[in-house]
């Protein structure tokens, strides 16, 4: 177990980078706590897994340098780094037993034998495996081969932190649940420090404490799962997290003052901004109140997604996505007003923090 | 449920089933029909029975071509199948060495048979040829024509240089197939280079290697033109495979009736090796 840091690291796949669009990975400046569940979430191709190879040694940054524990460990091998890691698809030692795979990285170690039969013996029994311990991976299905894959990165008990790389892709939805629940577990129980690359917010929220969101080759924002609703940093977060994701409108700042169009809007406080960015106002679709006073809307469509409506409204010439409950019921003349708690400003797609 | 039944389908099936009558199944019947006849020409023919076949089954000839055979096919396996692991193991994965180690690995495959015989037969001599020369030059006395030690090295480095390529290429095949995630996972499980060959690299490449080994057993089992070219058999009967002795019994002696039924066992021996073969790497394939 370790404390990781990341200190200025920059990667580009190209011998010579000389563009900023040239890096996979723009410039990743953090620290990832001992003993953490961090979540790297972000669409594809925006540097997750580059950042996790980084991590575990498969990669070495163009720029920067790597610590674990306050050691620079960047020019070190995967093997020298007492990392694990699990694939987005399944890799099993086909011709070994389901016993011997779990084994394969302890004695590759030199660990003693009773050890190993010990070490191996409860990892089966946490991933459930004890009723297949002798059978040849080969021909397994999908699911049990990558419960395998996991159970070889949960084996070694002092790793200096596991890494996954959206590890349940090909895991059936049932069992991507109870998985992930069991990865939780573990994370308790041994307090390893995780991070887990995913594309699917539900997993990245349910499985770690801190979500890493990624866009573009850049962290954009690191925060408990509350905090990235609630104050999304970059109006990314805002749409990819949350279904629907926030709205996000243009608007003019006055002091305290949004101007929607020929709506004045006020704000929990006072932007203080220089001159020709571009501003915008994100708020959530469950912090906007549908009734009969405020700005008018129109509204072109109604979903409903069981427990909740999500109505699809017109403001101003742009979308609006409002979340009602079940049973509200939608206004013949709808107008809308907006929850100052849930208001954000963004300046050339950053939050700006509003002064009081 | 009802089904019309229409069984004109089957003339489509026609053209090849002639095909194959006339390109296999009649002459093959041909020779079932020499083997159990003796004749004295003319086109006239006695019923000999099984008694050619219990001749050539026990001829000292045939088991001396036999034990040949059984020798040269194992060396050539011992040889090429490790060489050809080691050599696709070795090759480029990217880059622009890729298309050049492929087409020089692809070279001598392209090469036909008496060609490669002749080539070899020159290069090897000891007036002429480049090596046979220089060999002789240096101190080593080598002479394939008149030693049967040097006539079997001879064949067996010309049958190396021709078909170690095929191994290579199937292994090949059966390498770039592995993602690499495998090796990222052996590195992170800190395999060691051995544990990576054996544990992912070996077992990926089972069934190729199947393929490679049968078809470099039946090829070898079958040499005729490469010894045929080079020593003709000798000296003496050193390299005389069953398929040269066959020959020679068919054509040299005219002794039909013998020939037909050495031809037959000759086949049964290749299909049951084969068969040996197969069954043996697919059982051990199944038990991983």
Redesign the interface.
Known sequence: MARIDLDHIRHAYMANPSREEDYALREVHHSWEDGGAYALLGPSGCGKTTLLNIISGLLTPSEGKILFDGKDVTGLQPEERNIAQVFQFPVVYDTMTVADNLAFPLRNRGMAEAEVQSRVAEVLEMIDLVDIAHRKARGLTADLKQKISLGRGLVRADVNAILFDEPLTVIDPHMKWQLRSQLKLLHRRFGHTMVYVTHDQTEALTFADKVVVMYGGEIVQIGTPQELFERPSHTFVGYFIGSPGMNVLPVALDGARAQLGQHSIALPGAASLGDGKRTELGIRPEFVQLGTEGMPVSIRAIEDIGRQKIVRAMIEGNELAIVLNEDASVPADPHVTFDPAGINVYADDWRVKLGG | MDKSWNNKAWFLVLPVLLLVAFSAVIPLMTVVNYSVQDTFGNNQFFWAGTDWFSDVLSSARFHDALLRNLAFSAIILLIEVPLGIFIALNMPRKGLGVPFCLVFMSLPLLIPWNVVGTIWQVFGRVDIGLLGYTLNSIGIDYNYVSDPFDAWVTVIIMDVWHWTSLVVLLCYAGLVSI?D??Y??A??????RW?VFR??QL??MNRVLLIAVLLRFMDSFMIYTEPFVVTGGGPGNATTFLSIDLVKTAIGQFDVGPAAAMSLIYFLIILLLSWVFYTVMITNDA??
């Open positions: 993602p995630a495998y990222q996972a590195k992170i499980d800190g395999a060691s544990s544990f992912i077992p990926k038990k991983g």
